[in-house]
């Protein structure tokens, strides 16, 4: 097992060298300059040349490359050209906002999605079932900022129960009251996902609820609660778990249309400011740090496969 883990490991920086090099080229032939749209429309060529100057920007690709790995090795993501700050004092000004988000939307998603899909699957064909899955349906069907509007509308402007934009940071403020700014974020982010979940839920249950060894330990006696959750709902939980992981790991990258719904200052409204100011430095540190948390949560995932099924075994 810890051969594999290390295996798994050195497997994953060739993976995030391949991440910096297309992610420094791919961003470097975007047409646009950085310089021009940092000074706007009316600035003159030997304004934007100074710029381009001051910014390395006038340098070849092959010599900005070279400075950007020699960078990253050192840890240092480089500078925003947008923000004028480091970068990565820029991604953990942001990170706690997603983090906090993605967190919430997961119970979110854990809390409606594995037990409508196990009560579905319970109670299959009947009108449970049927109810369960249109909800299911409508959640994987009705857009996000639609959804995250009508919940503004009714619970921020109707009945003043949660407010309706902005975050201000816990570890800034030392306030956990703030959490109620993620409320409406999470749910709207958590519903539509959790859709998903209740549909695999349901039909990874239904196959393992015909298996011979759940009708055997009825026979034997073990009480329905049991079968279900410790027989069926363990042996049905690696595509289940497959799920959560990926579904945790795209909160993380950031979920622009819901953060721009709700104003939040999360990686996602970074990712799409940065892209539109030309940000090469933050857009590059942001697509190696996706590509990090991917990685990270197909290894953690892998390791959680073998405590579910013993029969799983890693050499």
């Not at 699957?121 to 995250?148: C, E, H, M, Y």
């Not at 006696?221 to 945790?248: D, K």
Request: hydrophobic fraction near 55%; include cysteine.
């Amino acid at each position: 097992m810890v051969t594999y883990l290390v295996r798994r490991v050195l497997a994953m920086l060739p993976t995030l060298l391949i991440v910096m090099i297309v992610s420094f080229f791919l961003i470097h032939f975007i047409p646009g300059d950085p310089a021009s749209v940092m000074l706007g429309p009316h600035a003159t060529a030997d304004q934007i040349e100074k710029l381009q100057h001051a910014m390395g920007l006038d340098q070849s690709i092959g010599m900005q490359f070279v400075k950007y790995v020699s960078q990253i090795f050192q840890g240092d993501f480089g500078q925003s050209l947008l923000f004028h700050k480091p970068v990565t004092e820029l991604l953990l000004e942001r990170a706690e906002t997603s983090v906090m988000l993605a967190l919430l939307s997961m119970i979110v998603v854990f809390c409606v999605g594995i037990p409508s899909g196990i009560v579905a699957a319970i109670k299959r064909n009947t009108w449970i079932d049927q109810v369960l899955l249109t909800i299911a349906l409508l959640g994987a069907s009705i857009p996000s900022f639609w959804l995250g509007l009508v919940l503004i509308l009714a619970f921020a402007v109707r009945l003043h129960w949660l407010p309706s934009s902005g975050y201000p940071p816990i570890f800034a403020t030392g306030d956990l009251a703030n959490l109620r700014y993620l409320i409406l974020p999470a749910i709207t982010l958590g519903f539509s996902n959790s859709a998903l979940l209740a549909r695999l839920t349901r039909s990874s249950m239904l196959d393992v609820l015909q298996e011979d060894y759940v009708n055997t330990a009825r026979a034997k006696g073990v009480t329905n609660y049991r079968v279900i959750l410790q027989h069926a709902l363990r042996n049905a939980s690696i595509p289940i778990v497959t799920v959560l992981s990926f579904t945790f790991a795209g909160l993380l990258s950031g979920t622009v249309v819901t953060e721009s719904v709700f104003a939040l200052a999360g990686i996602g409204r970074l990712v799409v400011e940065s892209v539109l100011g030309r940000d090469y430095p933050t857009i590059q540190a942001i697509m190696l740090v996706v590509a990090f948390i991917y990685l990270f949560v197909n290894f953690v995932t892998d390791v959680i496969y073998a405590f579910l099924d013993p029969r799983i075994q890693y050499h």
